[in-house]
């Protein structure tokens, strides 16, 4: 293993519910969440919204995650309903990908709960990789109070697979030996990138296992999948060669957020209420790096996961959450095709100081109070928690700000480089 990459994938177990009752022990409250049947989504008040995560005795009355806070009642009436916290994820993210910092410098983060790790120049100093992760996962267990699986391979696609094995609180190996073993019997539908369209087509032909996939005629699949058909071959045969990419939460060139929805969007005005959410969390980490951008960009996946962005050049500069989202909400409509929506994203680019800002003729005179608010409530949020303020355009809708890029990401292993 010398000789080859290394790469972990660090994923949190159940990580909403796991630091809501994470922060709350800390903070003095005697019921584990984790122990109880508990959910984090939505509102508790109104019963409006979904579930974003459940614990594990939630899953004993069959709630799934993606349904309606009133379904999850109606085989529950005792769950309790936690209202999603995003700065308190996001704390714990950070906290954990610190963490880890100390064994790789070389970290990528999938999403707020997962994280690729290179770990192939850090054996020269920390050794066996399979004792570091173990290491690594106890640490996080120990210090910052949740549990991790942690895959190890030698690319990212069967790291990430041999995080899900079996959880939680293990690690996996998936190296290329362990294919036919503990790879190839799983059901094909467990391969990354594997949707609800493509697992039909594929049982048509014969194929029920990634075992399957992986030993059939590749021309064929190509044909009956195009492209899509050669990709999920290839990740069935454990072949995949990206690299580990800048954090793309600390890279200065760009900053982005993103989030796959469990459920088909449809509607317009619920789509921008997402994008919404997000424009709020990459303003602020905008104003929180003190730049401002020039470029926007809107990225759509239609629940084929195939994916088609579009992007606007601005002539002036600026970290203004309304004026960004009036980029955004443009970008959007123009190019959305009118098919169901599981995936949206949207990043700021072309980034400059925020000293460097000269006004301009085409100034609204209320910029200035905007951008006075927009500070204003990012003290308030980053003090006392996402959730103090709400724009009243979330109250009723059952997303809040918890879309703000906290749900996973899922992107191709490739998108992501």
């Not at 704390?91 to 983060?109: C, F, G, H, T, W």
């Not at 920390?126 to 640490?139: Q, S, T, W």
């Not at 900053?255 to 709020?280: F, R």
């Not at 303003?283 to 401002?292: N, P, Y």
Request: charged content about 25%.
């Amino acid at each position: 293993m010398q000789n080859k990459k290394i790469f972990f994938l660090i994923d949190v177990n159940s990580a909403f519910l796991s630091w809501e009752a994470t922060y709350r022990l800390q903070h003095g409250s005697k019921i584990d969440l984790r122990n109880i049947p508990s959910i984090v989504g939505g509102d508790p008040k109104t019963r409006h919204g979904i579930v974003l995560a459940k614990s594990i005795p939630a899953k004993k009355y069959n709630i799934t995650t993606g349904e309606s806070l009133r379904d999850a009642l109606i085989k529950c009436p005792t769950l309790t309903i936690i209202k999603p916290s995003y700065m308190i994820y996001l704390q714990a993210s950070n906290a954990m990908i610190n963490l880890v910092k100390e064994y790789s410098p070389k970290i990528q983060r999938f999403s707020i709960d997962e994280c690729f790790v290179d770990y192939t120049d850090s054996q020269k100093i920390f050794g066996d990789p399979i004792k570091v992760a173990n290491e690594i996962k106890e640490r996080i267990k120990n210090e910052l109070g949740f549990t991790v699986n942690i895959g190890i391979s030698n690319n990212k696609l069967l790291a990430k697979m041999a995080s899900d094995l079996k959880k939680p609180d293990m690690v996996h190996t998936l190296f290329k030996d362990e294919l036919k073993e503990k790879f190839w019997p799983l059901s094909v539908e467990k391969l990354f990138m594997v949707g609800r369209k493509t697992l039909p087509k594929l049982n048509r032909i014969g194929i029920f296992t990634i075992g399957d996939l992986a030993n059939s005629n590749l021309e064929l699949i190509q044909y009956y999948l195009k492209s899509h058909g050669k990709l999920i071959w290839e990740y069935a045969n454990g072949i995949e060669n990206s690299q580990i990419m800048l954090n793309k939460y600390e890279n200065i060139k760009s900053i982005g957020n993103s989030t796959t929805i469990p459920y088909d969007i449809e509607n317009v005005e619920i789509a921008l209420l997402h994008l919404l959410s997000l424009t709020e969390m990459v303003s602020m980490r905008l104003r929180d790096k003190k730049k401002l951008c020039s470029l926007i960009s809107v990225t759509i996946k239609n629940n084929e996961f195939i994916s088609y962005s579009h992007q606007r050049k601005l002539y002036y500069l600026t970290d203004s959450t309304n004026e960004i989202f009036n980029e955004v909400k443009k970008l959007f409509i123009n190019s959305w095709k009118n098919e169901p929506i599981r995936h949206l994203g949207i990043s700021v680019s072309s980034l400059k100081n925020n000293d460097e800002k000269q006004l301009s003729i085409w100034d609204n005179k209320n910029n200035e109070k905007l951008r006075k608010l927009d500070q204003t409530i990012d003290e308030l949020r980053y003090k006392y928690g996402n959730q103090i303020i709400q724009r009243t355009s979330f109250l009723h809708s059952g997303i809040k700000n918890v879309n703000g890029g906290i749900e996973k990401d899922y992107p191709t292993m490739n998108s992501i480089l």
